[in-house]
């Protein structure tokens, strides 16, 4: 047996492609519905050695991954994941993009009333040394 078979047998399509969908936290309900199969379909799927193309496909998809990693990747290369891990890192890991967008604009409005009140002290300061200037 050579190596390419050899790393051909320690590739678990399936479990790469369970391992790497609980890394990005994506339910199997999301699966289900890009295949149009039930929830319990798609844990059989995660069992099998080798899925097809619609199947890897699909999860690639779904996950914003390349196929080749749920294809290719060794069995062993990837650690069993824990859910708890990924509970406790997703506060670091994950943001939402449109609650950053928003902070940001909060900060940009704060920053703009900051510098109208600026603005508005020197206007005053400069209005009163006008007042106390001889004509």
Do not use: C, W
Request: charged share 35%.
């Amino acid at each position: 047996m050579n190596n390419t078979e050899n790393n051909k047998k320690d590739v678990h399509q399936g479990k790469n492609a369970k391992r790497l969908r609980e890394a990005k936290g994506v339910k199997q309900d999301a699966i289900a519905m890009e295949l149009g199969i039930s929830q319990q379909a798609v844990s059989q799927l995660e069992r099998r050695q080798e899925l097809d193309d619609a199947t890897i496909a699909a999860y690639a998809k779904v996950l914003e991954i390349d196929e080749v990693f749920i294809r290719n990747m060794p069995d062993d290369s990837l650690p069993e994941v824990s859910a708890n891990f990924f509970d406790q890192s997703s506060q670091i890991l994950n943001f939402n993009p449109l609650d950053k967008l928003m902070e940001l604009y909060s900060e940009k409005d704060q920053l703009y009333e900051r510098m109208i009140l600026e603005k508005e002290k020197v206007n005053n300061y400069l209005e009163k040394a006008l007042e106390k200037s001889p004509k």
